[in-house]
Each structure stands twice: as C-alpha cells, then as structure tokens.
C-alpha cells in the first residue's frame, strides 16, 4: 500500500462521505472512488458499506483506518525528526497537558536543567490527548501521558507519580462540604453534568454536559454552576476561591507516566528520563 492510498481512505472513513473526503484532499471525487476501489480489491475485501444514505466502515475498514493513522503518523514522525536532526542547535521537545502535572514539571526542568550536557527544552502545553498525537507524529520527543486518560500503546514509559481524583464543584453548591463521593453520586448530578470532551475521529465521548476544549473552559463552566468533573487531585493548585473539590475514593486513580518512541536513540532523551525516574 501507498501512503498516498492510505491518505485517502483515512479521509474517507473519518468522514464517511466521498464528496466532502474530496473537498479535503482537494480532488475531484471520481478518482478518489476508484483509489478506493482499487485499494479494496488489492487487499481482496471491502472496507465500506456504500448506499443511498452514505458510507459506513466495515470491521474491515475499522482496522484499516486505526492502521492507516498509526503508519502515517510514524510516516511523518520520520520527516519532521530527520529534518530537526539537521538543525544546528540540538534541543528537546516536551508535551504535556496544560495545567497538569505542574509540580513534577517544574522539578523536572530544573533537574535536567543542572545535568552536564542539558540542551534546551521546548515545553509544548497541549489539551487532552493532543500530547499523545504530538509523540506519535514526531513534533514531540518526550511526553508526560496520564493513563488511564492517554494511550502509552506503543511507546516506552516509566512510571513517575500515582494520585487519587477528586469532583470539582462550584464553592457554593450544597456538596461542596462532603467529605467524600462516589462515582454514582457524581454520574448522577443532574444539576451538574459531566463534559464532553473531543476526540480525533470527531466524537466528544463522556458525560451529557456541555462540550468542552480544555480545562480553562471547563472550570468556567463550573464555577457557573454549568457541569462538574472528575479529575486528578493536583488539578486542585489551579483552582480558584469559586470551586470546591470533594475525594471520589472509587474513582480510578491517575498515574502520570514519561513517554517516548521505543526506537529513539537520543541521548537527551535518554538523560530527561533519568532525570524524571530519579526525582
């Protein structure tokens, strides 16, 4: 397979109409169809279901696409970190989720930052997930993923940090003086619903709240008295006077792990690490 095939059927099962998949790929739509038409009979079985009402992924086709995305992205993982290999001024790119990990982020800068041979360090703050997809596709060299909120498939990981998760609330709500909840009560607010958050295929997976981007939407709405959530306990040194937080001892407990693509042979990568293990 071609990664130019493999393009085009990504941009069709992602938006599971051969008109606006050609709009994306700026292409008129009969080659496209028959780019995946021929793609369908050199792998010898259907990949979609066509008919009146649109097009919709066969378990094929599913594979395929979760496939296809993983090959692409290791495609353009390959140009972006052979170019800056090129560069002069050696240096790491580190994602993390914006207002996450903050403490352990901040010792761990300040550790590598006194090891012989530190280079500098480009700290990108990303939304949920994004810092993943920056890994995956070679615009980050290191990440700091919290499972089980991030996929680590396919990277090597350590371990660094383990916490509980807590409800944020608004200060004034009448169980914001709880001492503790559980994931049923929580799931179960009316008053308060859980957000929405976005994914890379288009869906917002969660609770029936609003939909949210990142987490300074997120605490807005909630010291609106618009939605709660559940997040981990060091989220609680970003908060202000207007929110509250209660444990949620059932909830699943947030493990902080430091990311990295198991073929790299950086050895700043390598010293980043150690540096993170040992704090």
Not at 65 to 81: G, K, M, N, S
Not at 117 to 134: F, I, M, S
Not at 137 to 143: I, L, Q, S
Not at 181 to 210: F, I, K, N, Q, Y
């Amino acid at each position: 397979m071609e990664t130019r095939e493999l393009r085009y059927f990504v941009a069709v099962a992602e938006e599971l109409h051969f008109g606006r998949a050609a709009q994306r790929l700026t292409m008129a739509q009969p080659p496209l169809s028959r780019a995946i038409q021929r793609l369908e009979r050199r792998l010898g079985v259907v990949l979609l279901h066509r008919n009146a009402r649109g097009v919709a992924l066969t378990e094929a086709g599913s594979v395929l696409l979760r496939e296809a995305r993983t090959a692409l992205d290791a495609v353009e993982a390959a140009e972006r970190r052979t170019r800056r290999a090129a560069t002069e001024t050696p240096g790491l790119v580190l994602a993390t989720k914006a207002g996450a990990s903050r403490e352990l982020l901040s010792k761990l800068l300040d550790g590598y930052a006194a090891e012989p041979g530190a280079v500098a360090v480009e700290v990108v703050l990303c939304g949920p997930g994004e810092q993943e997809r920056l890994l995956r596709d070679g615009r980050a060299d290191v990440a700091l993923l919290q499972r089980p909120f991030d996929t680590t498939a396919g990277f090597d990981t350590e371990d660094l940090h383990t916490e509980q998760q807590v409800v944020v609330l608004p200060a004034g709500h009448p169980l914001a003086d709880r001492t503790h909840m559980s994931m049923a009560e929580v799931t179960t607010l009316t008053d308060l619903p859980l957000p929405r958050w976005p994914r890379r295929d288009g869906s917002h997976p969660g609770g029936p709240g609003p939909q949210v981007r990142d987490h300074t939407q997120l605490f807005q709405l909630i010291a609106l008295g618009r939605a709660c959530a559940i997040v981990p306990e060091s989220l609680r040194a970003t908060l202000r006077d207007e929110h509250a937080t209660v444990p949620v001892p059932d909830a699943p407990a947030v493990t902080t792990v430091i990311a990295w693509p198991p073929h790299s042979r950086s050895t700043a990568v390598a010293d980043l690490v150690r540096t993170a293990t040992r704090l």
